[in-house]
């Protein structure tokens, strides 16, 4: 089955891409989610759902359409967020909730609703075009690298803002720095899992990850690993049973939340017995 | 604090007064520290006590007068504990990773850590004592080894100099006098201690100079003279009514 999967060139791509927006998914996320900006992830897919909104009604290229706006939205979700903990909260929903009745309204004013809303919003791996693919696999890997050479620093900034500002590591930078990287893999992996789905695939990985790990290397590692692994589920998954692509990923990494969960429960259970005996 | 060092002035303060949000929030203060000094730092809340520290930290200008650093005293090279914000009590990092990112200051660009640094944060652990939670991850360590991780990391970064704001807030007795101990070691081992501190009791054993802040005035001296002041009376007997 797999290797009848494998034999579509398309098919392939698409593996080889959404695997890719998947690990880089799971690095960033590990930081987003420790900053307490998973809020800003969702609101970041919504905005991309009023940009590809907006690019499908040019005809234009939806990829290039939409990163300019969502990195530009990510600033701004930013600040907001930094600037009023407590509203920042309301502010990005308010934002999130405005972009998406902006994009509806403006595919069913302008081309009425279709399938393409649907793949907007559920994600279609396979509606991805060879050019939208190219890109994906550049950016995607951009980001791991980037990731991976700035390690420390995002270590640093993700850990306390305020010493690493007294090591001379601008926190403002570095937020900044993140909140691009979030926006380039929102954009990218919407196509794929759609706006409505898309920030499960930044969250689920590394908290299912910090279940059992208590080492920032180790979370960064196998919640790229679970990301992985609930992808390749995923998607071999909904080709054999003809499920949509996005929710069967979610639902993947749904098991693997429950099961580390489980593994969790049951190691303190095996500690508190173990304590006892002594 | 006889030997050569506790002559030379590390900073210098020239009527330098700082701003919150735009608005002042300190006196313009004028008074040196040592090399080998203990300070601590007193006042009420909102008495502009952690945007000194962010001053002395290079971290912000004051808005009149000047702060003179000594040329030794290299940018970022000053260990500092920041106040708790909470968010990091389950962070999951081991206790390596944390003192590590105490040495990124000493990386401008590519920031990967070498041998050297790799035994400079060793060195840290044993002297802390605390080489035994090298692989613990933080969020499973008691709130005084937390704040002894935090206390290594701000050491790993220093040349000498530890600005401390409110190290003991959160912490039960027992482990703040713990603490304290610590702190008064590393200054007898000659590194200078700034602390910001509500603790009235370490400026009276282990301090050799007192700051008390207020919005309009200050006071700076030998722990002593502070102890005779007018302001300590005032300050001590409100504490004491708390």
């Not at chain 1, 307490?36 to 990829?63: E, K, N, Q, T």
């Not at chain 2, 520290?33 to 809340?45: C, F, K």
């Amino acid at each position: 089955m797999i290797l009848e999967f494998l034999s579509y060139a398309f098919l392939r791509r698409a593996l080889f891409s959404g695997l890719l927006i998947s690990v880089s998914a799971a690095l960033v996320g590990s930081s987003l989610v420790l900053k307490r900006y998973s809020m800003i992830g969702d609101g970041l897919s919504h905005v991309g759902f009023a940009a590809l909104a907006i690019a499908m009604i040019f005809s234009w290229s939806p990829l290039l359409v939409a990163l300019p706006i969502v990195i530009l939205a990510a600033f701004l979700l930013l600040r907001i967020s930094e600037n009023n903990p407590l509203r920042g909260d309301a502010a990005v929903a308010m934002i999130s909730s405005a972009a998406m009745a902006i994009g509806i309204l403006l595919i069913s004013v302008t081309k009425g609703m279709n399938t393409d809303v649907f793949s907007f919003m559920f994600g279609s791996i396979l509606s991805l075009s060879d050019s939208d693919m190219i890109l994906s696999v550049i950016l995607s890997v951009a980001v791991v690298l980037f990731y991976l050479v700035s390690y420390n620093k995002i270590f640093a900034v993700t850990f306390d803002e305020t010493f690493a500002e007294s090591s001379g590591i601008s926190s403002n930078f570095w937020n900044s720095v993140l909140a691009v990287l979030a926006a380039v893999t929102i954009v990218l992996g919407m196509r794929m899992m759609g706006a409505l789905l898309i920030s499960s695939l930044i969250i689920f990985p590394p908290i299912t990850a910090m279940r059992l790990f208590g080492n920032f290397k180790q979370v960064s590692i196998v919640s790229v690993l679970v990301s992985a692994a609930a992808f390749l589920i995923g998607i071999f998954s909904s080709y054999a049973l003809n499920l949509p692509t996005g929710p069967a990923i979610v639902l993947a990494n749904i098991l693997f939340f429950l099961i580390f969960s489980f593994l969790r429960f049951w190691k303190r259970r095996k500690r508190v017995t173990a304590g006892g005996q002594e | 604090m006889t030997d050569k060092k506790a002559a030379q002035v590390l900073i210098e303060l020239k009527d330098a007064a700082f701003a919150y949000d735009g608005r002042p929030v300190t006196p313009g203060m004028s008074f040196r520290i040592m090399a080998g000094d203990y300070v601590s730092i007193l006042g009420e809340n909102g008495s502009g006590k952690t945007t000194l520290l962010k001053g002395l930290l290079r971290m912000k200008e004051p808005y009149r007068g000047e702060i003179i650093f000594a040329d030794e005293m290299k940018k970022q090279h000053i260990g500092y504990l920041p106040q708790q914000s909470g968010l990091q009590k389950d962070f999951p990092a081991s206790v390596t990773e944390i003192v590590s990112s105490g040495r990124l200051n000493r990386h401008k660009t590519f920031a990967f850590y070498t041998g050297a640094d790799r035994q400079a944060v060793q060195a840290v652990l044993r002297r802390l004592d605390i080489d035994n939670l090298a692989d613990k991850s933080f969020r499973n360590l008691s709130g005084g080894q937390q704040q002894r991780v935090l206390l290594a990391r701000a050491l790993v970064a220093s040349d000498g100099i530890l600005i401390l704001d409110e190290p003991t807030a959160g912490l039960d007795p027992m482990a703040s006098h713990e603490f304290y101990k610590l702190i008064r070691s590393l200054n007898q081992e000659g590194e200078t201690i700034i602390m910001v501190s509500h603790d009235v009791h370490c400026v009276m054993h282990d301090a050799t100079h007192a700051l008390h802040l207020d919005r309009d005035f200050y006071f700076y001296g030998p722990k002593e003279e502070y102890m005779d002041s007018v302001m300590a009376a005032s300050f001590l007997h409100r504490t004491e009514e708390k």
